[in-house]
């Protein structure tokens, strides 16, 4: 549900995705209150009164934030286990991350519409809530994100995850070119705004043509990833290595634990 959502309620900026964003509690009473050419939303007046008038960021509390009449709704963000059926595609025996290691995110993000959308992050288990208070700064900081569905509804394709700008985390695959486990196997990895923030091989190549315009850098356009910018810094809080800053290859969309 979530990720249907998330795939299809972000899908264009200003689109007709109406069905299947009213879906949602986040996104359908701002729908509501945003006919094309109007600019400025208003409050929806005939809104329940009767959501809690806290203020304060949840953590725990609902994936589908409740709107305030005074603005978009607080960060929240619902940390849970993940189900085999939650990766059916993307994990497998043999990884090197048991389905026990990892946790699904369901959390608040700002979308390229100025609106804020409900997406789904599968990552490592010991990850979790530093992943989570990250997004909630980019949240906050309203840097807009495209996306947020689990590579399961791509089937896996990594290709595919980066071509339809969705950011994400967990699958189970192998580093770009190389033999060996990529961070994003242990769910160790986030890629964020993947056509905003493409990987540039050494040769200045990329694999996306959509990415087209975001090869030079640095690059001040919506969603991009700059080096020292605050969505890197906010990675850094937690310890997490940036892979614009790689010698060679430049992985701008990409943070690890490790740094790789
Ligand atoms: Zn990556």
């Known amino acids: 549900m979530a990720a ?16 299947a964003t009213a879906r949602t509690r ?11 050419g109007s600019s400025t939303p208003a409050a929806p ?11 304060t960021p949840a953590t725990s509390s609902s994936d589908t934030p409740a709107p305030s009449p005074s603005g978009p709704p607080p960060f929240s ?5 993940v189900s085999r059926d939650d990766v059916r595609y993307s994990w497998r025996p043999g990884c090197p991350v048991p389905l026990s290691g990892l946790r699904k995110i369901t959390m608040t993000y700002w979308g390229f519409d100025g609106q804020a959308h409900t997406g789904t992050l599968v990552i490592n288990k ?6 989570a208070s990250v997004f909630g700064k980019l949240y906050e900081m309203r840097y807009p994100i495209r996306r947020m569905v689990p590579v399961d509804v791509y089937k896996g394709s990594d290709y595919d995850s980066i071509d ?11 580093a ?22 493409p990987y540039v091989y050494a040769d200045g190549s990329h694999a996306h043509r959509n990415a087209d315009a975001f090869v030079d850098r640095p690059l001040k356009k919506p969603g991009v990833i700059n080096s020292g910018d605050r969505v890197v810094r906010a990675f850094a809080r937690i ?18 634990e490790n740094g790789r």
């Open 239 to 256: 310890g997490w290595g940036w892979g614009g800053s790689w010698s060679g290859a430049k992985d701008y969309q990409h943070f690890s």
């Open 26 to 36: 986040v996104s359908a009473p701002v729908l509501a209150s945003s006919a094309p």
């Open 176 to 197: 770009t070119g190389s033999g060996s486990w990529s961070n994003h196997a242990y769910g160790l990895a986030v890629d964020v705004n993947p056509r905003e923030n």
């Open 77 to 81: 963000a619902k940390i849970e286990k």
């Open 45 to 55: 007046s005939s809104a329940p009164a009767s959501a809690p008038a806290s203020s």
């Open 164 to 174: 339809a700008d969705n950011t994400s985390a967990f699958n189970c695959r192998n």
């Open 4 to 19: 249907l959502v998330g795939m299809t309620g972000c899908a264009g900026v200003g689109d007709a995705g109406a069905s």
């Open 126 to 131: 010991k990850a979790a809530e530093d992943v």
